[in-house]
Structures are given as structure tokens and as C-alpha cells.
């Protein structure tokens, strides 16, 4: 039981991409739709014979759309059309392992520059909030790497100063005053970048741009 539950532990991953792919659309644990997978993935290992020519991976892949399909089927959410589609992609089971690694990790990528996307436009409208535009930033952010790198350390320390983040949020500008107090900058160089280093603090300190701040790196912007 134990090799099993390791077993299962280990090819998560597996499982949640492949039922994702099947369903064409993101699936989380707390979906039936992975419960199906998971369980279809028990089968699987009960069921897997070398001697039948398939690797593991495919044969589980196999198992987890056969049972996806039937669950589907059963709550009428497959048209007569879209089965006898699929009855003539079943050839796509006998895919070797590498082949559906490269479609799993094709659709992983396309959802991961969805998900992208759909955080670009929410964060190109809180940047509007304070007079910022997204298509602005390359033009204005600093031309020296140096520069670019201070302003990257300068927003991760304003992150930390939760009473600098209030005057941020409550009234759209930057605590100037407060700023020259810690950092050795003048006042001249923070208002030049001051449209720079708010777009860096939103990133920053927004875990709803996770994405964005993984992504994105505001070190290269002009090199």
C-alpha cells in the first residue's frame, strides 16, 4: 500500500496535466473530474502488464480518458457528433510516452500564458489607477542596468513598510518624503521614475501578480 500511495504521490502532477488536457481546460483537485482521474490512475495500476507493449505513462493516460469519457457519457455531457469524434482519436492512445509528455507540456504553457495574459490586463488597469499605462513603461523605465537594479531593491523594501503601502493605496502617490528619509536618492531622480517604481511596487507587493513577477524581468527592460 505503501508503494502505491508513493506511487500515486509521485505521478500527481501526471495525473492533474493529463485529465486538464482531456477536458481541455484548467482542472484543480477540488474537481471531480481529477477524483476521476484518480481513480482511473488506481486502475491503472492494477492493470499495467509490460508484456502488452505500452509504457506506464500511456497506458495510464489511456485509462484516465477512457474513464473521463464514460463518466461524460453518463451525465450526457458528450453530443453524438463529439463521440463519434472521439471513437476516431482513440488511435491516439497508442502515442509513445515522449508524445504525450511534449502535449502535456504544450497545454501546461498554454494555459500558463492565459493565465498570464488575464493578469496583464488586471494589472494594466490598477496601473491606469495611478496615471500609469502598461505600453509606457519600456519608454520610461531607467536606461542604465545599475539604475534599473536600485529601483528593483528600492520597491522590495517599500513592500516592507506597510505604512509607505498605506499612503501608496490610499492616495495613488508615492511618500516622497518619507522615501528621501531612507534612501540615498534625490528627490529629482524618484519623481522622474516615479511611474517605474510604482509599476515595480504593484508587482512586487500584489500576490495576484505572482505570475508577472515570476515571468517578467524589469533587470532587462532596455539593455
Known amino acids: 500500500m505503501r508503494d502505491r500511495n508513493e506511487l500515486i504521490e509521485q505521478y500527481r ?5 493529463s485529465v486538464s488536457h482531456i477536458c481541455k481546460r484548467p482542472i484543480s483537485w477540488n474537481h471531480d473530474e481529477a477524483s476521476i482521474g484518480l481513480i482511473a490512475f488506481n486502475k491503472a495500476i492494477d492493470r499495467y502488464d509490460a508484456a502488452h507493449g505500452k509504457t506506464f505513462e500511456n497506458f495510464a493516460f489511456m485509462i484516465i480518458r477512457n474513464q473521463l469519457i464514460d463518466e461524460f457519457r453518463k451525465q450526457g455531457r458528450i ?29 501546461e504553457r498554454e494555459q500558463t500564458a492565459a493565465g498570464l495574459a488575464q493578469e496583464l490586463v488586471r494589472y494594466d488597469l490598477m496601473l491606469q489607477e495611478y496615471g500609469v499605462f502598461l505600453e509606457e513603461l519600456e519608454e520610461c523605465s531607467p536606461k542604465h542596468k545599475d539604475t534599473r537594479k536600485q529601483f528593483i531593491q528600492m ?33 529629482k531622480t524618484l519623481e522622474r521614475n516615479r ?26 527592460v532596455g539593455e
Not at 160 to 178: A, C
Not at 197 to 209: D, H, K, P
Open 13 to 17: 502532477p501526471f495525473i492533474i496535466k
Open 79 to 107: 453530443l453524438e457528433n463529439e463521440m463519434m469524434v472521439l471513437d476516431d482519436l482513440y488511435d491516439e492512445f497508442d502515442q509513445t510516452t515522449s508524445e504525450i509528455a511534449i502535449s502535456l507540456e504544450a497545454y
Open 155 to 187: 520597491a522590495k523594501h517599500f513592500g516592507e513598510q506597510p505604512e509607505w503601502l498605506h499612503i501608496l493605496l490610499r492616495t495613488k502617490r508615492l511618500p516622497i518624503k518619507e522615501m528621501l528619509q531612507f534612501f540615498k536618492v534625490s528627490r
Open 195 to 220: 511611474k517605474y517604481l510604482i509599476a515595480l511596487v504593484l508587482i512586487y507587493t500584489c500576490n495576484e501578480f505572482e505570475g508577472i513577477r515570476k515571468t517578467v524581468s524589469f533587470e532587462e
